[in-house]
Nanobody, 121 residues
């Protein structure tokens, strides 16, 4: 069973570029057809797809954050990382990592517990 665990900086200041890391266990980042995603939820709002990285290393970014997002992976550590540049208070949210054997738009079969990122001066 896939397990995911997020880690992040917690509180950051506007204009910074925080990095969030998801550590995967129970399977491998290179497992055929799997995609590994970052999703966020701001208070009172719905889930927003930030982006995914596939088992081959290809990336897909959601349109609303595409210009500020970078997702990478370290397969030897079974970790994938989100960098979100030039953050503002509107980026304050609970950030989740998730796994999907179906790719973009296909749903998820595993979720981390989420890590809160608060952008405040």
């Amino acid at each position: 069973q896939v397990q995911l665990q997020e880690s992040g900086p917690g509180r950051v200041k506007p204009s910074q570029t925080p990095s969030l890391t998801c550590t995967v266990s129970g399977t491998s980042l290179t497992t055929n057809y799997y995609h590994w995603g970052w999703i966020r939820q701001a208070q009172g709002k719905g889930l927003e797809l930030i982006g995914l990285i596939s088992y081959t290393g290809n990336t897909f970014y959601g349109p609303s954050l595409k210009s500020r997002t970078s997702i990478s992976r370290a397969t030897t550590k079974e970790q994938f990382t989100l960098q979100l540049s030039s953050v503002t208070p509107e980026d304050t949210a609970l950030y989740y990592c998730a796994s999907s054997p179906w790719g973009v738009g296909g749903g998820y079969d595993g979720w981390g517990q989420g890590t809160q990122v608060t952008v405040s001066s």
